[in-house]
Every structure is written in structure tokens, then in C-alpha cells.
DNA sequence: TTCCCCACCCATTGG
DNA sequence: GGGTGGGGAA
């Protein structure tokens, strides 16, 4: 995409202006237009390179009017969704147990995603939920717009109608765009090749890069159909095969292929390259997450010192964010310095969100939803009863609740008598100090008005008070604060509209740390979608894990689990290591495990390592080949009636004089004696004879 | 009205 | 393990 942007403009004098780029991230954003730049030889001005939602939100910004926007609208992320279907759940008495707001959305969404508006959606036939889905849909729609504010689908929805209703807007885009490029496209959704179909109608100057094998993203309604159906919405369109790899290893991406080749419904897409055949995939097992973490952090530390790969090279992948925790404690138990993408996301700590929630009000009053999360917070005597009160009031007369309450003395709305005394009071200080927050507003830049929230909500002193968490949340503030610090230059109201959209719409990679830090990587499989590295570690491999539990019926999402483990492999240039473990923590307790069925759709001849063989010979490590006498083994202790008084349970600590400290896996009667099973920190699995093992218990640690 | 504690429920992936 | 909602005390 790089080099025919480049080729548009140096070759074919294209002005830069007139390019659109979508990527799927801001960050794979940001490195496109460096790319380009590098190529070119000069900064290229104008260019724009976006991903959809965020074209469709500056879009909105500037257009929306006409779908009735106001340009200081709010972005609404799964939070404030959610507290938004609660509102009308209640509004509706609908009990929120009964119909999980996540599934009521998870069904909005799918709809919206299908293109299908609140009052279609009511029209046709449906079930029970489907008709209590319709009926919180369109209420749900309704109170969005009155708090003028949209939800991710709505980006682009709103924006897709705005091109069907207003062609003056859609032929504005169409004029200033004539090329159209867009990476990713095997994870693009309906919507968004409507809207690329609609900007490229006048010149059909579209371009698009996908691999139809690293379509990750169909639970967020992508839909790798686009691939297909982009050569039939453009018969003349010319299909270049990029199949020559410049990135991997021979080895690695015969492997991969191989994986992949076990997925049936698949165009044929035979990748070569003419790098060095490589090392081979190193298969590794592990007694649990902390030795799996363990040999990831080990190897790490080998490989910067024998191979002089730079740990900012390395990346641990994985299926689940909860992964990432053994492997960050064996980061600091050997300090190793690493880089966390996603998990506990900055943006959804509570801090943060109440601040960006004060923020929010201030720039968009009419915001319900980010006005009722600050109402109360700090505690300022207005409880959940006035709130409700204040919210059916609101709704009778159908204002906002900040409109409610300026005009709370109003003996037309009627907020006196729904509300006491008291609260009336609390009501009259919050109202004067959002009053003061929006006036000064306007005048104050991004980070100046942040302090001064802090200040005059009380809100610093709030998170003081806490003498645990102070720390933390200050700090969080202050990187807050210092997100906005960009948006202090510019002169306008707008520079906290963008700030407040921008902040909505990035993503955990975008703020990943590149190579400017030496430090290992550690992120989710979707994630590192896009990314490479010399050196990557993938974790839990392992039936349930990956593929994961939730997609191992379906036999199409079980081959989404495949692409993914695809996507993975496909991440290393030169070494390609994949870890599981017998043991799995699951609910405070340990599972056992199955390896994945993915290790066994690797060629032999690719890997080293493997099945048993890796830190331990074979014969020792046997019994784990049988995961069923496993699972009996670590589920039934041993009847205390058939043994001596002193025996194991499987889950015990024990040490051994030679292996020093362990767990024990099983203990089974035996001719006589006990046989043990028990896996040692640093030393692998051993099986051992109690009587001549000489082991001591060891007291559980807190 | 606020705060604290405990019981209970839930659990992929993310712009 | 974590978040939350309900109940009760201050």
C-alpha cells in the first residue's frame, strides 16, 4: 500500500489530499503514512490515512447535522452501552437477569451491522427476545440521539444513511477522494464495504490488501465474504497474488501453511520465500503457567545473549487477556523489562472514566449516561433514589437530565416535588459546578480544564481520601492529562472535541511502545494481527484455550481459531516457539489439559521439541500422555484408608533432598508403596517411589 | 445517605 | 479471581 500511495502521487501526480488509506488501526495508520513518506522522500501533506471509524467520526463531526448531530456529539463505548440498556430495561421493567443488556446488545448490534434500523428490526417476525430486543432498540435509539451521542456501530451506520439520504455529503467525499485504498480487508464488516463502495462510485479507484487466512474478526461482524464479493462488484478489478514472503522463515511458513491447509472452506493461497530454511519450531510443554512463563522468560534472556536479539524483537502471544499474568510475574521475578498491550485497558479504569465522564458532560450536556456515572462520585448527597427520580422527570418532559436540573425550580417539570429538600440543595451546588465547568470551557486548553475538573468537583480530593489506591489513580490522571497535552495548542472549542473522540477511538496497540524500549511484548493473539517480530512465544496451546472453548462446536469458528493460531506463527521472521502446559489455572484451581489439535497439523519434520520430549525425556513425562489417567490422577486423592498415614494429595508442596521443591500431580497405591507424580520448580516431572523418595511436606504458603 | 461487607454470579477475542 | 448488588449499620 506503501509503495503504490507513493507510486499515485511521485508517478502519477496525485495530489496526496486526494488519497484516503484505511488501515485497521490508528497505529498501523501512523506507520502507512511514515512508509509513504520514507518512499517519497517529503512529508505527504493531505494524505489521509484513517481507520473507518475514525473517518466516519471526524466525518460526523464536520456532517452530522444532518443526521441530527450536533458536532460536541458523545462517543459511546461498551460501558456506556450497557448502562444505556440498563436505563431503558428499567424504564421498561424489564428484568436485566432475565435479558442480559450484553445479549440485547450483542443483538442490537447484529443488527445495526446487518444495516437493519430500530423500526425494521420491529417489523419483522421475531421471538420473544427478538420483540423485547426491538422495543429496547428503538428506545435505546431514541435516548441516544436525545443525548447526542452515538455508539461504535452508529460511526458508521449513521454515516452509511448520511450517504444514502444526503447525496450532497456523500458527493463532497467523492470529490475530494479520488483513490481509495484499504488494508485489512479480510476484517472488514458490511457496512464498511458499503461505505468504501459508495466514496469509490464515481472512479472505482479502489484497491484492496486482505489474506483471506488471517480473517480473525467475524464475531465483530467482519465478514471475509467482502474478498469474494469485491470481485464481483468489480468484474474488471485485477487480483495481484502477493504470495512471496518476505518476513518468515522457510520453515516457519511451511508450517503455517501446513496448520492452515486443515481449514476446508479456504482459497488456495500457497505462500514461498527465498529466506534461509531456519530453525525449527520449537514445541515445548510445561507443568503450568508459571513454567510456561518461566521457559518464555528464560529463553527471552538466552536468546538477547547468545543471539544478541533484541528483547524489543520478542513477543509472548496468547488467546486470553489472563494469560498475560504468569507471564508478567516472571517478567519481574527476573526482571525482564516488558510491555503489557490491552488487558486491564487504561481507558476503562475508573478514574479515568470519571473524569473523561466529567469532560463529556461538560462538552455535551445533554450526555446522560456520562452525566448520571458523576452525579454521585464524588459523594455529594444526591443517592440513587433523587437520580431516579431526576431521570423519570426528565423523561415525562422529555429533556435531558442537566436540563432537568437547571430547571429543577421549574414548577412545570416538577423536579421540587419528585426530589426532597436536601437533595434539591445537592442538586443546586452540582448543577453551579457544571454551570462554571462549561463556561470555562471555552477558554481553558484540554489540560487546564482537566485540573481545573479536579479541582472544583472535588474529584482530587475524592481520590486522596484513599490511601491504597491514591497512588495509582493519581498517576492515571496524570497520564490523562498528559494525553491531552497535544490538543492544548489548538485555539477552538473543538480541541476538546477531538481530544474526547480521539480518546474514544484508540486502541490498545495504538499507544504500543515500538522499539524505542528493550522490552518483551506481551499481547493477544488478535492483537498481533499486523505485527512482526524476530522471536515469538505462543502460549497455551491447548484444547480449550486454542481453539478456545467457545468456538470448538462451530466448526467455522473452529477455523477462525485456526487462522488465528495462523495469524500467530505467521508473526516471527526467525524463531517460532509454541508452549502449552499440563496445567492449567482455571477458577483459583488447576485443570489438566489436551494439547491443542493444532501442535498435531504441524509436520513433523518442522518441529523439535515436542510431545513430551521437550525438557524431559520421554519415558519420565509419559504419563501425561494419557490426559485421561491424568485428569483421574489430579482429581482423585488417593482413599486415606488404603495407605499409610502419611500420604500425598495431588495439588500438595512437597521437597525432595536432590530436586528441591515440587507439587504433586498423583499419588497412586502400587505394590505396596505409592507411586508419586510430582512436577518440580526448575527440575520438570519426576515419578517417584514414596518410600524411597524421602520427601517432606511442605506448608502452603499463605 | 453513605459505606461496608458478604453472597453470588460470571468468565474470548476489541475499534 | 473479580465485580456487583443487596442488606444492614452508622
Known amino acids: ?54 473517518f466516519c467520526a471526524q466525518l460526523l463531526r464536520i456532517d452530522g447535522a444532518l443526521a441530527g448531530l450536533q458536532p460536541n456529539y458523545s462517543i459511546y463505548d461498551d460501558d456506556d452501552q450497557e448502562r444505556m440498556v ?34 425494521q428490526y420491529a417489523a419483522g417476525p421475531g421471538s420473544y427476545f427478538e420483540e423485547i430486543v426491538a422495543r429496547v432498540y428503538r428506545r435505546y435509539q431514541e435516548l441516544l440521539l436525545a443525548a447526542n451521542a452515538v455508539d461504535f456501530d452508529d460511526l458508521l451506520l449513521v454515516t452509511h444513511r448520511l450517504f444514502e439520504s444526503s447525496p450532497e455529503v456523500l458527493e463532497k467525499y467523492q470529490a475530494r477522494f479520488k483513490h481509495l485504498l484499504i488494508d485489512e480487508f479480510q476484517d472488514t464488516n458490511a457496512l464498511q464495504f458499503g461505505l468504501a463502495r459508495m466514496l469509490a462510485a464515481g ?22 465474504r467482502n474478498m469474494l464479493d469485491f470481485k464481483r462488484v468489480y468484474p474488471n478489478a485485477r487480483t495481484v497474488t502477493l504470495d512471496q514472503n518476505y518476513r518468515s522463515t522457510q520453515t516457519i511458513i511451511e508450517a503455517a501453511a501446513a496448520l492452515i491447509s486443515h481449514n476446508k472452506g479456504r482459497l488456495p493461497n500457497d505462500l514461498w520465500t527465498e529466506n534461509d530454511k531456519g530453525a525449527p519450531v520449537v514445541i515445548g510443554e510445561a507443568y503450568d503457567e508459571e513454567e510456561e512463563a518461566r521457559l518464555v522468560v528464560q529463553e527471552v534472556e538466552r536468546l538477547v545473549q547468545d543471539d544478541q536479539v533484541p528483547r524489543s524483537a520478542m513477543a509472548a502471544m496468547y488467546r486470553v487477556n489472563a494469560q498475560s499474568r ?64 431526576l431521570k423519570n422527570t426528565a423523561a415525562r418532559h422529555g429533556l435531558s437530565m442537566f436540563e432537568a436540573i437547571a430547571r429543577r425550580l421549574d414548577p412545570e417539570v416538577g423536579v421540587a416535588e419528585a426530589v426532597n429538600k436536601r437533595a434539591m440543595t445537592a442538586l443546586e451546588t452540582f448543577s453551579a459546578t457544571i454551570q462554571e465547568l462549561v463556561a470555562r470551557s471555552f477558554d481553558l486548553a484540554p489540560t487546564d480544564l482537566i485540573d481545573f475538573v ?28 498528559a494525553s491531552a497535552a497535544p490538543y492544548d495548542g489548538a485555539d477552538t472549542h473543538e480541541r476538546l472535541w477531538d481530544f474526547l473522540s480521539n480518546v474514544s477511538l484508540v486502541s490498545d496497540v495504538d499507544t504500543m511502545d ?78 489438566p489439559t489436551l494439547p491443542s489439535r493444532f501442535l498435531d497439523e504441524l509436520p513433523r519434520s518442522h518441529i523439535s521439541g515436542g510431545r513430551a520430549q521437550t525438557r524431559h525425556d520421554a519415558r519420565r513425562a509419559e504419563p501425561f500422555r494419557d490426559p485421561a489417567s491424568l485428569r483421574r490422577a489430579a482429581a482423585t486423592p488417593l482413599p486415606a484408608s488404603t495407605g499409610p498415614r502419611d500420604t500425598y494429595t495431588a495439588g500438595e508442596r512437597v521437597r525432595h ?45 499463605g
Open 514 to 591: 515500538g522499539n524505542a524500549s528493550d522490552a518483551l511484548t506481551l499481547i493477544t493473539l488478535h492483537q498481533a494481527k499486523g505485527l512482526e517480530y524476530d522471536a515469538v512465544f505462543m502460549l497455551g496451546l491447548e484444547e480449550g484455550l486454542l481453539p478456545h472453548s467457545r468456538s470448538m462446536e462451530d466448526p467455522m469458528q473452529l477455523e477462525e481459531e485456526r487462522r488465528l493460531c495462523y495469524v500467530g506463527m505467521t508473526r516471527a521472521r526467525k524463531r517460532l516457539y509454541m508452549l502449552r502446559s499440563f496445567k492449567r489455572g482455571f477458577r483459583g484451581g488447576g485443570l
Open 657 to 701: 533432598s536432590v530436586f528441591g521443591e515440587g507439587v504433586v500431580v498423583s499419588c497412586t497405591a502400587s505394590h505396596g508403596d505409592f507411586e508419586l507424580t510430582v512436577a518440580f520448580a526448575g527440575n520438570g516431572v519426576k515419578r517417584l517411589m514414596q518410600s524411597y523418595a524421602k520427601l517432606e511436606k511442605v506448608p502452603r504458603a
Open 1 to 54: 500500500m506503501a509503495h503504490r500511495i507513493a507510486y499515485l502521487v511521485s508517478a502519477l501526480n496525485i495530489q496526496p489530499h486526494r488519497i484516503l488509506a484505511v488501515t485497521f488501526t490508528n497505529k498501523a495508520a501512523r506507520e502507512l503514512r511514515e512508509r509513504c513518506e520514507r518512499i517519497l522522500g517529503a512529508p505527504a501533506g493531505g494524505l489521509a490515512v484513517r481507520t473507518f471509524h475514525s
Open 86 to 119: 440498563r436505563r431503558v430495561l428499567e424504564e421498561f421493567e424489564i428484568d436485566p437477569k432475565r435479558f442480559a443488556p450484553r445479549a440485547v446488545l450483542a443483538a442490537i448490534s447484529d443488527a445495526k451491522n446487518q444495516m437493519i434500523e430500530a423500526r
Open 326 to 389: 504468569a507471564l508478567e510475574v516472571a517478567c519481574n521475578r527476573h526482571g525482564i523489562p516488558y510491555q503489557l498491550v490491552g488487558g486491564l485497558k487504561f481507558y476503562e479504569r475508573r478514574e479515568i472514566r470519571d473524569v473523561l465522564a466529567y469532560l463529556r458532560v461538560v462538552s455535551n450536556p445533554a450526555d446522560d449516561v456520562s452525566l448520571e456515572r458523576v452525579i454521585n462520585v464524588p459523594a455529594r448527597g444526591i443517592s440513587d433514589r433523587t437520580v431516579t427520580a
Open 203 to 224: 472512479h472505482h479507484n479502489i484497491c484492496v490488501v486482505g489474506d483471506p487466512n488471517q480473517s480473525i474478526y467475524s464475531w465483530r461482524h467482519a465478514d471475509p
Open 454 to 481: 479536579l479541582d472544583r468537583t472535588g474529584y482530587k480530593r475524592f481520590i486522596e481520601q484513599d490511601e491504597e489506591t491514591r497512588e495509582e489513580r493519581w498517576e492515571n490522571i496524570l497520564e490523562l492529562r
